[in-house]
Nanobody
Framework: QVQLVESGGGLVQTGGSLRLSCLAS??????MGWFRQAPGKDREFVAS????????NYADSVKDRFTISRDNAKNTVVLQMNSLKPEDTAVYYC??????????????WGQGTQVTVSS
C-alpha cells in the first residue's frame, strides 16, 4: 500500500526559502508531483517529475523559483522553494501516479503541509 508523508512546511517572510520533502512507501515507480491549495481556491499544480527524474514540469507561477527533485534510493521527492511570495501561501500536497497538471491524474496523496509566507 502506498503512503506519502510531507514535511518541511512553516512560516517564512517574503523572499525566504523552504524545502519540502515527501517520503513515500510502497510501490513508487510512477511520476510524482506537488500541488497546493489555498483557502477558497481549487487545488493547483505546482511541479512534477517522472520516475527517472529526466522530465520536470513547473507551473508558470513558480518557474525559476521552485525546483523539484527525487531520490529513488530514499523514496523521497523534494520541492525546494526560493524567493517565496505571499501568494505561495497554501497547503502543499505531494502526489503519486502522474506527470500532468491535473490533480485527477494522480492516484495517491499525502496529508499536506502548511506553507505561510508573510507580507
Amino acid at each position: 500500500q502506498v503512503q506519502l508523508v510531507e514535511s518541511g512546511g512553516g512560516l517564512v517572510q517574503t523572499g525566504g526559502s523552504l524545502r519540502l520533502s515527501c517520503l513515500a512507501s510502497g510501490r513508487t515507480f510512477l511520476g510524482m508531483g506537488w500541488f497546493r491549495q489555498a483557502p477558497g481556491k481549487d487545488r493547483e499544480f505546482v511541479a512534477s517529475v517522472n520516475w527517472r527524474g529526466t522530465d520536470r514540469n513547473y507551473a508558470d507561477s513558480v518557474k525559476d523559483r521552485f525546483t523539484i527533485s527525487r531520490d529513488n534510493a530514499k523514496n523521497t521527492v523534494v520541492l525546494q522553494m526560493n524567493s517565496l511570495k505571499p501568494e505561495d501561501t497554501a497547503v502543499y500536497y505531494c502526489a503519486l501516479g502522474g506527470l500532468t497538471t491535473s490533480a485527477s491524474d494522480y492516484r495517491y496523496w499525502g496529508q499536506g503541509t502548511q506553507v505561510t509566507v508573510s507580507s
